[in-house]
């Protein structure tokens, strides 16, 4: 959420901004605003004005009463109840102005950052960088839940019958792998200096329109119906909740954190839910990293964390590119957001398996997390989260860069520690 004084002062400004991320039906809501604030003000104004000249009259009443002028002070004590009626009105809009200014701020974007690439939606996405060579083999790779199948490690059935289509049962060594990479992931991020948190995998409503835009609430979110709580989508929901309405010491900045959880997402309005594959799906599980810095420090923070999900995935033998997103595919708060995207040997292309994203001073704003200076002054903190690893995604970049001829899947070094000193799994059949 912008700063209104921001937009009060350059509306130009998020009138680009809004165009810049194809989003013309908001261009509105800035005049529209501005006019609420400038009418929220004089009311505000009005009411000062009215307290002084209340207070004013009435330490005349008394004087005018000891002087014996009751018929004087009785016309002051008039005018008195006649600015009280007038000031309660003005202190009762004050409310109103205030909420329907935060919903319409709620709505307008944040202002973008100057490098992001100005594009419509994904497909003009910008790659980056590329790390680790993509190899095609010179067999056929299976799709993925064929290669689990061959495993007896996937029941999509079964799931369907319990839960329906987005539900999975994975079993055996390809629940093993699962379970080992999201532990080997969390011991890698401790290694790198991030405290480890187990979250609530329930926030409250306050929390969720704290960290996510409307548009992004009803395409995603579980609520829990007769109660004030939502499913997370992201453990990043209840781990930036953590620090609502906080004033938080400067020295105790940055604070860097790594958090599991499992997530729960409806899919609304995205390409689907695949019947049998589990790229996509409405229940994961996610080890994931947050940070809440300076201001003047997050555009560092940006680059070691999406350099902390490449280096992971190198050190697991799968390829993976960096992919600068445009500003028609940033969600509403964001100033910038790097994809993560790993090779897929089957389809000969990458596919993303995760996001890293820099939010500036928004979801600082909308929950009220405040760094008090060294200075005594208060200030809001900038917050960015990313994707560790979220299986069973990642299991597919896992077992199509990892599968040999033979149908068997070699286990990186790196994980065999967790795997009980495995080298390679064998499919059943």
């Known amino acids: 959420m912008l700063d209104i004084k921001f937009l009060r002062e350059n509306p130009e400004i998020v009138k680009e901004n809004i165009r810049k991320k194809f989003q013309d039906q ?3 809501l800035v005049d529209e605003v501005i006019a609420l604030d400038e009418e929220s003000r004089k009311n505000k104004t009005r009411a000062d004005v009215l307290r002084a000249e209340r207070n004013k009259l009435s330490k005349q009443i008394g004087g005018l009463m000891a002087k014996g002028e009751k018929e004087e002070a ?13 000031l309660a009105e003005c202190e009762a809009k004050e409310p109103e102005f205030a909420e329907k200014i935060r919903k319409i701020m709620l709505i307008i974007p944040n202002i973008i950052d100057d490098s992001v690439p100005v594009g419509k939606d994904d497909s003009e996405n910008v790659e980056v960088e590329r790390f680790g060579e993509p190899v095609v083999p010179d067999f056929e790779v299976p799709y993925h839940t064929d290669i689990m199948e061959s495993f007896n490690g996937i029941d999509l059935d079964a799931a369907r019958r319990v839960a329906g289509n987005g539900f999975y049962y994975l079993m055996g060594d390809i629940a093993r792998i699962h379970s080992s990479v999201i532990a080997y992931a969390r ?4 290694n790198r200096g991030f405290t480890y948190c187990v979250p609530p995998f329930m926030i409250r409503s306050d929390v969720v329109t704290g960290v996510m835009s409307f548009a992004e609430m009803e395409a995603m979110m579980y609520k829990i119906e007769g109660e004030d709580l939502f ?8 781990m930036i909740g953590k620090f609502i309405d906080t004033i938080i010491s400067e020295d105790e900045l940055p604070m860097a954190l790594t958090s599991y959880s499992p997530c729960f997402r ?17 229940q994961f599980e996610k080890q994931e990293m947050i940070v809440v810095c300076k201001p003047e ?4 923070w940006f680059d070691k964390l999406w350099k902390n999900t490449v280096d992971l995935f190198r050190s697991l033998d799968i390829p993976v590119r960096t992919l600068e997103c445009c500003s028609g595919d940033l969600a509403d708060l964001k100033v910038k957001s790097v994809d993560v995207e790993a090779w897929s040997p089957r389809q000969k292309k990458y596919f993303e398996v995760g996001s890293c994203s820099n939010l500036g001073d928004a979801q600082a704003r909308r929950l009220k997390i405040r760094v008090n200076g060294k200075d005594g002054k208060k200030y809001l903190a900038h917050t960015l989260n990313n994707t560790v690893v979220a299986p069973p995604r990642m299991l597919i970049a896992f077992l199509e860069n990892n599968l040999n001829a033979d149908g068997s899947v070699n286990i990186p070094v790196a994980l065999r520690p967790y795997m009980g000193g495995t080298e390679k799994i064998v499919p059943k059949k």
């Open 297 to 300: 420090d997050s555009k560092a």
């Open 187 to 190: 011991d890698f991020m401790i």
């Open 231 to 238: 499913l997370i989508g992201t453990s990043e929901h209840s």
């Open 26 to 28: 908001k261009l509105p």
């Open 74 to 86: 009785e016309k002051i004590k008039a005018q008195v109840g006649e600015m009280a009626a007038e």
């Open 266 to 282: 409806k899919e609304k309005g995205a390409h689907g839910i695949e019947e049998r594959g589990v790229y996509r799906i409405h």
